[in-house]
């Protein structure tokens, strides 16, 4: 699977300014059943939490609550951490709970199957498999379950491999190798994710270039947590999106910085925002002011995605909801869809299906849906 995309050619049409709109019962059932392209998904940051509670239960591991309303509750708390590290405090509860085959091969079916019940024709879930060596599942195995899940689902997907970039170069390394290993397997592309500020990506250029030169897509987290130029060095050392990016949104009204922007916008670089979390973690304050209205205006390529779904308490039919309600036509949601769909690093094929289903719109047939996790605010997670 190394049909990487080239960048879209084409010149973005002229985008509206956003403005407050209320959604109606309608825009609801429109934003579930409008297909839909998920590029940026954690599976460690996005289980059911009936799920979690047994994994927890099975390996004998404390939870923070006594039942999976509870455990519900305690997430709902939890999601306006307000930074960044302490909203990726949760996932040390969710990797210890996932850390066997078994669990992972779970985790990874059930993800699938949520996401195809809620609408997405195509995805792409990440995830950092060495995070589970420690507890004595190997990367190679790690993969190897995941994969065995999502192929499961009959929904069109991928894996992104993750190193965490405040690890040692030598484990960033091996992520790749990893990565590389399952390369036409099923693992699509790489990422480095993690605590941003203090990491950055440049020192590992020479590692980047070799998964690029292979084929591989490559992703890379910027401009969450640190500043937009950020941004601007990922897309230098040779990431055809980027994870969050809002921050780039800083730049646009900076002269120095127009060439680069430019660029970016020749190239096709493609952001993967995430509107729900970047409010969790302090990227944004709050929808109406969000980057992605800045960002859209000025013709950058993005999509709009879940992130974490237990973490932030959603799914990907809540990001549309909520940025169809903060002023976002349908129409802008679509073409969102679209650029998801051409910037995906899956088989061009499916990328093309994609990318026509999302431009057609609903009706999109839901079929055998998998039971949805809990609602944001203590119904689903």
Known sequence: ?????????????????????TADDD?????????????????DGGLRTTTLMDLLRARNLPAPAADVAGLDAWFDARAHAGSLEEYLRGFALTVAAMASPAALERVAVEAAEDARADGVVLAEFRIAPLLFEPWGVDGDAAVEALLAGLARSPLPSG???????????????????????????????FDLAGPEAGWPAAPHAALLRRVRDAGLGLTLHAGEADAGTRVLEAAALGARRIGHGVRLAELLDAPAHADALARLRADGVHLEICPTSNLHTGAARDLA???IHALWRAGLSLSFHTDNRLISRTRHSDEALALRRHGFSRADLQAMGVAAA?????????????????????????TDPAPQPPAAGGTHG
């Open 342 to 366: 051409r910037a995906a690093f899956l088989p061009a094929a499916w990328r093309d299906r994609a990318a026509a289903a999302c431009a057609a719109g609903p009706p999109h047939p839901v």
């Open 1 to 21: 699977m190394s049909d990487i995309p080239a960048p879209a050619q084409a010149a973005a049409p002229p985008r509206q300014a956003a403005a407050h709109v």
């Open 159 to 189: 894996l992104i491999v993750c190193a965490m970039r405040q690890e040692a170069p030598a484990r960033i390394a091996a992520a790749a190798d990893l990565a590389l290993r399952w390369q036409g397997r099923g693992v699509v592309g």
């Open 27 to 43: 825009d609801a059932a429109w934003a579930r059943r409008c297909p839909k392209v998920l590029l940026h998904e954690h599976l």
């Open 289 to 291: 002011t969000h980057p």
